[in-house]
């Protein structure tokens, strides 16, 4: 990047993240490097007795620039941990759905005879796969209630004795390591002092 004369701002670098903004394309770091650019035009000058100095408004505009900088890479990398956290729950959820929510809805559909008119339970109907994680763990806390009235039915028709608490277990797994969609939070933000 170069200064108002064309010399090289040591420190400055170009962002190759590129934002929407009014219409048209902006480097994400438009704002740090206008800031650097800045900085660029304020001489270092030592302040002599009684003269206003540049020196310390140079040196908040440099503190500045290093406390951008350094929030732009914790918001980076916060960025990519949500990303990473979104697809490990998406993971987990479908564990969840094939290892316990399907084999219990299924065997539920087996014990309805296809002339009744009654229906499939509403806590034992296969929720959408679309879900957030807070929305599964509340359908599965329903479906854990349901099945626990017909559990002998359960286990009659191939599922273990203990797939209730095998159940409770994947379901509160979920619940302890960042179900209800948690956030990264990656540094305060504002500065300490």
Request: proline share 6%; with cysteine.
């Amino acid at each position: 990047m170069k200064d108002a004369r064309g010399r090289d701002v040591p420190g400055a670098s170009a962002s190759t993240h590129i934002h929407r903004k009014g219409g048209r394309d902006v480097p994400e770091t438009e704002a740090g490097d206008g800031l650097v650019r800045a900085g660029a035009l304020v001489p270092r000058r030592e302040p002599g007795v009684g003269a206003l100095g540049y020196a310390s408004a140079r040196d908040m505009l440099d503190d500045v620039v290093q406390l951008l900088r350094t929030y732009a890479g914790a918001q980076h990398s916060g960025h990519d941990l949500s990303r990473a956290e979104v697809r490990r729950q998406a993971d987990q959820i479908a564990r969840l759905f094939d290892r316990h929510i399907r084999p219990i809805v299924t065997i539920a559909r087996s014990q309805i005879a296809p002339e009744s008119d009654a229906g499939l339970p509403s806590a034992l109907r296969l929720p959408k796969a679309n879900l957030g994680s807070t929305k599964v763990l509340a359908a599965c806390d329903g479906m854990i209630e349901a099945a626990r009235q017909f559990e002998a039915v359960f286990v009659a028709n191939g599922l273990p004795a203990n797939f209730l608490a095998q159940f409770q277990g994947a379901r509160d797994t979920l619940a302890r390591e960042g179900g209800c969609e948690a956030m990264w939070v990656v540094g305060p933000a504002f500065p300490a002092g």
